[in-house]
């Protein structure tokens, strides 16, 4: 049962990153308030996080690289979290109100705590050398 269990985490995290990465590319715009206004190029930055959450979620479907895409979502995730903290406290919320930005840093919390046991499940996994 427990195997059962991490591997629809493992498959659902890797269709969540799948569909969101997927996002950068459909609807570009819809990303460039999370993009801190200090950072240049925020399209590239759009682009290229998209093309990672897709490159890790594919990757986590795969024996051999679901470690290395465990590990990748992990970071992203960590690297995302203090734009969703920010944006709760912000004036203006990114997009929707606070309560919304709230909803989206508790769904935060929730993929870095599945992409840990995910990665935790898979750490016997092959890595590559």
Excluded: C
Excluded at 87 to 106: C, E, M, Q, Y
């Amino acid at each position: 049962m427990k195997e059962k269990i991490e591997l629809i985490l493992k498959i659902t995290l890797a269709i969540l990153l799948i569909f969101g990465g997927v996002q950068h590319f459909i609807e570009p715009d819809n990303y460039i308030a999370f993009v801190p206004s200090f950072l240049p190029f925020t399209s590239v930055i759009i682009y290229v996080s998209g093309l990672l959450e897709i490159l890790f979620g594919i990757a986590l479907f795969f024996k051999k690289y679901a470690n290395i895409g465990a590990w990748g979502i992990l970071i992203l995730m960590l690297l995302f979290l203090p734009i969703h903290i920010w944006d709760v406290f912000s004036d203006t919320p990114a997009i929707g109100s606070h309560k919304a930005a709230l909803i989206r840093l508790s769904i935060q919390f929730l993929l870095i705590f599945i992409a840990l046991k995910v990665k935790n499940n898979t750490k016997n996994s092959p890595k590559l050398n």
